[in-house]
C-alpha cells in the first residue's frame, strides 16, 4: 500500500490555495448538511509517520471547516484513565454524536502495532487484535459512525532526515514523543508488517487511504478530498427506514428446550431461606472486600420476564455490597445523548473501576429480547447484535471483569397471579400497566427470542444462569449461590 | 447542636421493626411518586463520626427503597480525579438527574472540615468556605436539587472506645480509613467547632439534622424519618409554574453606557491585521506550549450579538492552538440529561483538565441574555444567575484556569448588511433565520440585559472585553491581543 504513495507528487503553494477554496466551501456546506441532519457521525483516524504532515492536517482541517464541531482527541497511551475498565473504553468514551465529526490522534490501532513493532505480541496475538478491530469498525459503520482512516506516509529511507529536522527545530520539537520515537526506529526496520495491517484492516466500509507526505501541499490536497469523497458519499444515502414491524408468532419453541427443561416447581422454605440467603451474602461481601478484588471487578446482568423477581434478586444481591463499592444502572428508555451514539455506548459509560460493581437492571440483551420482539429495530441489526455482545463481554473478561449474567423466567400461571396482585395491591399498581399485559400476549416471540440469545451468547467466560422464578426464595438463592461462585473462583 | 442528639434515646429491635414496615412502605411509594413525576432530585448528605451509624444508615436505606434509582458515591479525598478541575468538579459530575436520589459519603463538607479541624486554615478561610457552600446549596436548592444533611454523632466522651471497637472487629475494621482516623483525633479536641460550621451552614432551605447515634435502631429509625419528612414537604409543593412572559422593551438604555462608548468605526487595514494577527497567534501558540501552561487551563467565552462575527473570533483563536489540547464547546440547546440537572452542570462537565484549552461558543451567560429576554427562565432565576456566575468563575480562576470573556457587538447598521449578505449568500444562507430576525427586534431589551450582565459579573477575576465587531480584521486582532495578554500575565 505504500508503493504507490512514495511517487512525491507535489503541489505548489498558489495551486494549493487555489483549490482549497472549493474544498473549503463543500467540506463546510457537506458539515452544515450534516449538523442539521444528523444522520451519522464521522470519525477521523489521522495516523502516520512522523514528518508525513498529520499534525498539520488536523491543524488545517479544523480550519477549513467549523472547528464548533469538531473534536481532535489524543489519547492517553499509558491508558491510566480507564481504571480498570477495557482499553477500548477510552475510546469508546470519545465517540461523537450522531451529526458531528471527531479527530482521533491516537485510535485502536496505536497500541497493537506498537506492541507488535517492538516485538512485545505474537503474529497470532497481533492478529487477532486486527480481527477485533475489523469487527468493531463494522459495528461502528452499521450504528451510523462512519471511518475516515488515513496514513500519512513518507519513504522510509527519508524518514530518519525528516525526523531528525523536526526535533532540530525547536518550535516543532515537542511533537515528537518518546513513544514516536520508539515508534519511528521499529518502524524503519518493520515498515512491511504496518502496510499488512493496513492491508488485513482495510475493508469495504472502512478502507485506509495512505496520503504520500512527501510535500505538504499535496499531502493535505489529498487528505481534504479523501474527507470530501467520504461526507459525499455517506451524505448522499437515503434516510434510515423504519424496521418492519415483525410477524407475529404464533406457535412455542419445540420443546424440549432450554427453558420447558426448568423445574419451576423447586422451593426452598423459610428456615433454610433466611440461612443460606444469610450466609451467601456473607461469603459474597467477604469476597468483595478481599485484596484481590481490587484488582478486579464485577458486571452482574439482569434479564427476565415480567414479574418473574428481578426486581428483588437484584435488590437482595445489592444487599450483600457496601453502597460505595455498587452502582446499579436501571436500563429504561435512553437518553438523546445515547440515542446518538452507537448502541454499546450506554452500556460502556457505566462500566465499573477496579473494585466495583455494576449491576444491570435489564442490559444490552435488550436488543435481541425486547427489541428484536416489538421490532424496534431491524432484524439486521439484532442478528448482528449477538456477535457485538459476545465481543462486548470478551473485553470486559480480558480486563479482569468478572461477568455474570441471569435469566430470570416465570411460569405464565404463576405470572398471571403476580399481575393481579399488583392490580390489587394499592402500593404495587404502579409496577404493572397495559404494556405487561401486552407482553404477556407475546409470550411465544419472547421465548422465541430468549432460546436464540442462550444460543448464541451463553460463552464460557460469561456464561448465563437461568433462574426458576415461581418460588422467590429458591431464586434469590439460587442467584446468590452463582453470584458467590462465580467471583470466589475469579480470585 | 449535639447537646439535643446526645440524649441516648434506645429503640428496642422489635419496634424498629414493626415501624420500618411503614416506614419502607411510605418511602418507597415517595421514591416512585417521584420517579414518575421527577420535578427533584434529592440530595442525601451522610456525614458523622465513624460509629455513629451512618455507614449502617447507607447500606439500609438502600434496602428500604428501590436501589436501582440510589446512586452511592465516596469521592476520591485527595482529589486526582479532578485533574486540575475545580475541587467542587468532583461533586458537580455526582449530581443525579431529577427524579432520583444519591448519597454522598464525602461531600464539599469533608474537606473544609477536616482542614479546619487540623488547623491548615485559618478561622477566616473557613468561615470564607462555609459561606461558598451555602451559596451553593441555595442554589442547589432553587434549581431543583434538595438536599437532606445528616450527622450521625456519639458524644465525644464515647468516640475512642466505640471506635477501637470498630477497628478490633475485622468486619467492620476497614471502615476506619485513616482519613477518619485523623478526622477522630482532632474532633474530640475540637467538636465544638464542628457544631459552631453545622450551625453556620443550617439554612431553611437545607438545615443539619444530628441523629443521635447512641443506638443503632434509633439512629436509623431518625434518619429514616428525616428523609420521609423532607420528601413529603418537596413532593407536596406544587409542580413549578412556566415563568411569565417578559414585557417588551420599547426604551433603549440611558447613554452614555458601556456599549454606547464603544468606537465602532474602529478599522484595520489588511496588511496589519495579517501581520498583528500572525505573530499575536505565534505568541499565544506559544504560551500555551511553555511548562508552566502544564499547571494551568484556560477557558474563554465568547458571547456576542447575531453576526458580529462570534464565529470567526473563535475560528482565528482555534487556529492558533494545537488541536489536541483545544475542546470547543458550542453551547446550543440542552439535552435531555443537562435539562434534568442544575442550570451549570453542562458547563462543569465540560471544563479542561491542566494543560487544556477551552472555547465556549455561547456559555453560561444565555441565562441572564437569551433567556432573560425571551422568558425561558423566571426573572427570579436569571437575578439570582448573577452571583452563582460569578462564584463559579471564582472557583475556576482559585484553581489555576485563566478565564477570558468576550462580548461582541456591532451597529445595526452593519448588522443588517451582513443579515442581507447571508441571506443573498447561497452558502451562508444556514447562518441566518428568521429567529435573527426577531432577536434583531429586541435590540433594546438585549442591550439593557448586556449592560446588567457588564455591570454584575465583570470581575477582577474574570473581567469581559468588548469587542467593537464592525470591523471584523479590528476584532479578530483584539480578541486575539487581550487573550495573549492574560495567558502571559497568569504565566
Avoid at 253 to 272: F, H
Avoid at 345 to 356: A, C, D, I, M, N
Wanted: charge should be positive.
Amino acid at each position: 500500500m505504500f508503493a504507490a504513495a512514495e511517487r512525491g507528487h507535489r503541489l505548489d503553494k498558489a495551486g494549493f490555495e487555489r483549490r482549497l477554496q472549493e474544498l473549503r466551501r463543500v467540506l463546510l456546506a457537506a458539515q452544515y448538511r450534516l449538523l442539521r441532519d444528523p444522520r451519522f457521525a464521522l470519525v477521523i483516524l489521522a495516523h502516520g509517520e512522523p514528518s508525513a504532515g498529520r499534525t498539520e492536517f488536523v491543524n488545517h482541517l479544523t480550519t477549513w471547516i467549523d472547528p464548533r464541531h469538531v473534536a481532535v482527541h489524543a489519547v492517553d497511551p499509558d491508558g491510566v484513565t480507564a481504571a480498570g475498565r477495557p482499553p477500548m473504553w477510552r475510546f469508546w468514551t470519545l465517540l461523537p454524536p450522531r451529526g458531528r465529526i471527531t479527530v482521533l490522534l491516537d485510535s485502536w490501532y496505536t497500541e497493537p502495532l506498537l506492541d507488535r513493532l517492538c516485538r512485545r505480541i505474537g503474529r497470532r496475538a497481533f492478529e487477532e487484535r486486527l480481527a477485533a478491530i475489523n469487527a468493531f469498525e463494522r459495528m461502528l459503520d452499521a450504528d451510523h459512525h462512519h471511518l475516515l482512516k488515513l496514513w500519512f506516509h513518507v519513504p522510509v529511507r527519508d524518514l530518519k532526515r525528516r525526523v531528525d529536522a523536526l526535533r532540530r527545530d525547536e518550535t516543532t520539537a515537542w511533537r515528537v514523543t518518546p513513544e514516536e520515537r520508539e515508534f519511528v526506529r521499529a518502524f524503519r526496520k518493520r515498515s512491511d508488517e504496518v502496510e499488512k495491517a493496513l492491508a488485513a484492516t482495510s475493508t469495504p466500509q472502512a478502507p485506509w487511504r495512505v496520503i504520500d507526505g512527501h510535500d505538504k501541499h499535496w499531502a493535505q490536497w489529498q487528505a481534504g478530498q479523501a474527507l470530501r469523497t467520504l461526507l459525499a458519499s455517506r451524505l448522499s444515502r437515503g434516510p434510515e427506514r423504519p424496521p418492519p414491524r415483525p410477524a407475529p408468532v404464533r406457535r412455542p419453541p419445540a420443546t424440549p428446550n432450554a427453558l420447558s427443561a426448568l423445574d419451576l416447581t423447586a422451593t426452598l422454605d423459610e428456615a433454610r431461606y433466611n440461612r443460606e440467603l444469610a450466609r451467601l451474602q456473607a461469603r459474597l461481601a467477604e469476597a468483595i472486600r478481599r485484596k484481590p478484588f481490587r484488582r478486579r471487578s464485577l458486571v452482574a446482568v439482569f434479564e427476565g420476564a415480567d414479574a418473574a423477581g428481578k426486581g428483588g434478586a437484584v435488590r437482595h444481591v445489592a444487599e450483600a455490597i457496601d453502597a460505595r463499592f455498587l452502582t446499579i444502572v436501571p436500563i429504561a428508555a435512553p437518553s438523546d445523548e445515547e440515542r446518538a451514539r452507537p448502541y454499546l455506548w450506554r452500556f460502556w459509560r457505566h462500566l465499573p473501576v477496579h473494585g466495583h460493581v455494576t449491576i444491570f437492571d435489564r442490559s444490552w440483551y435488550g436488543r435481541v429480547l425486547v427489541e428484536r420482539v416489538e421490532g424496534f429495530c431491524a432484524p439486521a441489526t439484532w442478528r448482528r447484535a449477538y456477535a457485538e455482545i459476545n465481543a462486548f463481554e470478551d473485553e470486559l473478561v480480558a480486563a479482569g471483569t468478572i461477568v455474570a449474567k441471569f435469566y430470570l423466567t416465570v411460569s405464565p400461571a404463576e405470572q398471571l397471579r403476580r399481575f393481579r396482585e399488583r392490580e390489587s395491591t394499592p402500593w404495587k399498581r404502579f409496577k404493572i400497566g397495559p404494556e405487561d399485559w401486552r407482553n404477556r400476549a407475546k409470550r411465544h416471540a419472547y421465548d422465541h427470542a430468549v432460546l436464540d440469545m442462550l444460543a448464541e451468547t451463553d460463552t464460557p467466560a460469561a456464561p448465563w444462569t437461568l433462574i426458576e422464578g415461581d418460588d422467590k426464595r429458591f431464586a434469590r438463592v439460587k442467584v446468590m449461590r452463582r453470584l458467590v461462585e462465580a467471583v470466589e473462583t475469579a480470585l
